[in-house]
């Protein structure tokens, strides 16, 4: 069962949720302003560039801060051990965002990729007190993603919620059953996820997201 878990924990990894996002906005998800308005080069382009800030590059540093012995595992199972690498992986989406800011692309990626560093920002704040799901804070994210996504371009994404909802249910059986987190840490982890991006995004709902 733990080598279940621990597929299902690598497959869905936080890092891996905002390239899934993009994928699911370009390809996944038809007939929408994102699948016919936007040129199949700007495509793969946007998900490439994404796929590099928010997880090759934050692994890279993983690696790196572990050879250094600055942390014990790449894995971060140790409370003490997620500080500064969440921090940096934050400056790594706020990088991405300043590359893109200037860039005609839609707006609401722009959004996103700022709510996963803000996300990411705040689950190093919250880490100095109290454990948290990054795994969690992943697939909240990917939903509240959805959800603002749905309600701007007024399309109906349930059967995605409810993939989305089953797949984070799997997650956080997975990190309970690899003891990596106690219920507590899960739910919190989720809904901070959840409530960044749907917070952000309808926060900042006035913008033209064109």
């Not at 692994?59 to 051990?81: A, G, M």
């Not at 919250?126 to 996504?149: C, D, P, R, T, V």
């Not at 701007?152 to 309970?176: E, H, M, P």
């Amino acid at each position: 069962m733990k080598t279940l878990a621990f597929i299902i924990s690598v497959l869905f990894h936080p890092l891996l949720m905002l390239t899934y996002a993009c994928l699911l906005l370009f390809y996944g998800i038809h007939n929408t302003v994102y699948d016919f308005l936007t040129p199949f080069n700007t495509k793969w382009r946007i998900v490439l560039l994404v796929f590099m800030f928010s997880f090759a590059f934050p692994v890279l540093n993983l690696f790196l801060l572990y050879r250094l012995k600055r942390i014990p595992s790449i894995t971060l199972s140790n409370q003490q051990d997620r500080t500064f690498p969440y921090i940096m992986t934050s400056l790594f989406y706020f990088g991405l965002f300043y590359l893109l800011m200037d860039i005609n692309i839609w707006n609401s990626i722009k959004l996103f990729i700022i709510g996963g560093g803000i996300s990411m920002l705040l689950a190093a704040l919250i880490n100095l007190k109290f454990k948290i799901s990054a795994h969690m804070i992943g697939i909240g994210g990917l939903l509240g993603i959805l959800i603002s996504i749905s309600y701007l371009t007024k399309y109906d994404l349930t059967i995605f919620y409810i993939i989305v909802i089953i797949t984070a249910g799997l997650i956080g059986f997975a990190r309970l059953q690899l003891q990596e987190h106690k219920p507590s840490q899960i739910y919190l982890g989720f809904l901070l996820g959840l409530l960044v991006q749907i917070g952000l995004f309808f926060g900042l709902s006035k913008i033209t997201f064109a």
